[in-house]
């Protein structure tokens, strides 16, 4: 929200507002100075992370890391209204991979727009004569992930970091920035590179829908169903393949040498599936089998293990990232203070809301009073954050939510029936028939019309 958006929220409330001009020049004021802090925090976490390194008994400088970047339009929208990648400011984050928290540790934020409306495309970006925050030129991609995260880890490189592990999504190439680094400093640790399950998992999903030869043996009637049916035993099996893997892991306390030998999931899958229906059996001949073993291969297979053996995701730089976007609406671009909600989204992701905001405000020299109303206020506020994130992890949630998808299946298999069947088809006239059955099989048609001829 924008100064014009808390004023008419204040005059709608009947409550005097301040003017715009005046909460522009604050929030001008306070942009530098929420940043300054916000980078001098997470310059602290990475020295804890080097405590904590140092109290579990493993080398000081060795770090696992997540990354993952967003936009404030997305990269492939509005192709030909711009001649540029529609988005025109980017934030890459980088989160830590090696306590509970998963704090954010590097911000790297990149902007293309010049607040006072000048056009830099002819001057150096960092010498121009401009008060703006545009860091980026007009001309460069902003798409590119491994400059940014080439940015950011170079920072961890400085302070002495080496990255052993770096979780991206699949079409990343950050993991080379980190590579390059590696060398670049002489680091004794090889960077590896891991994929994050979630995507690896979505991925493989549209892998097995696309399959063509699967489709066709769907048990069921129309073309149109087993395209459907398809789609679900696709979510199906590719969430059992993840099932199967973190269930392995588990068998083996992680270890990943003994894995690839032990798996299995004790319990009959089908009667806890939420996406088929517990009747649901294919009947393969030995080709047919290969086909779907190629399929399940495209998650279980050695080289894929491989790339997912800590079973790591960017599940948080993603929920970071949708801080990011509340700070930073995608119906407004804040090309001034553009950085300043980032850090601040940052802060409010590193140590939850309440806490963050108390920080912010002694930072810029207005502090909330001990005890007072605000205070408690604030302090409630972290506290139902805490609760409700405590509430996530817990199992009943998750069964909850599992429970809530099963019935939505249900609830739309049983839709299409009820769309699908008609009365009165007999009274309707044969024309009419023949086009309702345009989607019901040959066979079934053939015997419905001799019937209606009989009678
Ligand atoms: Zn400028």
Redesign the pocket.
């Given at each position: 929200m924008g100064s014009s958006g808390l004023r008419t929220i204040l005059l709608r409330g009947n409550i005097p507002a301040p003017s715009t001009k005046g909460m522009q020049n604050s929030a001008n004021k306070v942009n530098e100075k929420i940043e300054i802090q916000n980078v001098a925090d997470m310059a602290d976490i990475r020295t804890e992370l080097k405590t904590i390194n140092k109290m579990r008994g493993h080398p000081e400088s060795h770090i696992d890391v997540e990354g993952d970047g967003c936009y404030n339009n997305p990269l492939y929208s509005g192709i030909g209204k711009t001649p540029f990648q529609p988005a025109t400011q980017s934030c890459y984050v980088v989160v830590e991979n090696m306590t509970d928290k998963k704090l954010v540790i590097n911000l790297v934020t990149k902007n293309k727009l010049?607040s006072?409306g000048?056009d830099?495309s002819n001057e150096n970006i960092n010498k121009?004569n401009?008060k703006?925050t545009?860091n980026l030129q007009m001309v460069e991609s902003i798409g590119n992930e491994q400059r940014s995260a080439s940015e950011s880890l170079s920072k961890l490189y400085s302070e002495g970091f080496e990255v052993r592990h770096i979780t991206t999504d699949p079409d990343s190439s950050a993991y080379r920035a980190a590579e390059q680094l590696a060398s670049n400093y002489n680091s004794k640790v090889t960077p590896e590179h891991l994929i994050d399950t979630r995507h690896f998992s979505d991925n493989h999903r549209k892998q097995i829908k696309k399959n063509e030869i699967l489709t066709s043996l769907m048990p069921a009637r129309t073309k149109k169903q087993r395209e459907d049916l398809i789609g679900r035993f696709a979510l199906d099996l590719s969430q059992r393949c993840h099932a199967e893997y973190k269930s392995a892991l588990k068998h083996c306390d992680g270890n990943f040498q003994t894995l690839q030998k032990k798996a299995g999931i004790e319990d009959p899958w089908i009667n806890k599936s939420i996406y088929l229906p517990k009747t649901f059996k294919l009947n393969l001949t030995l080709k047919q089998q290969s086909e779907l073993r190629k399929c399940i291969n495209y998650r279980l297979g050695p080289k894929e293990l491989e790339r997912t053996k800590l079973g790591t995701n960017t599940q948080k730089s993603e929920c970071v990232n949708r801080i990011i976007r509340r700070s930073l609406p995608r119906s407004n671009t804040f090309s001034k203070n553009f950085q300043g909600r980032a850090n601040s989204a940052v802060s409010s992701a590193n140590h939850g809301p309440g806490e963050s905001v108390m920080a912010l405000c002694l930072s810029v020299g207005a502090p909330v009073t001990a005890g007072s109303k605000v205070h408690t206020h604030l302090q409630q506020e972290q506290k139902i954050y805490e609760n409700h994130k405590q509430y996530k992890k817990l199992p009943k949630y998750m069964k909850n939510r599992k429970q809530k998808a099963k019935i939505k299946f249900e609830l739309y298999s049983k839709n299409q029936e009820v769309n699908k069947y008609e009365k009165g088809m007999l009274l309707k006239s044969q024309k009419n028939i023949r086009q309702k059955m345009a989607d019901t099989t040959r066979g079934d048609h053939e015997a419905y019309t001799k019937k209606a001829k009989k009678s």
């Open positions: 010049c006072h000048k830099h121009k401009c703006c545009q």
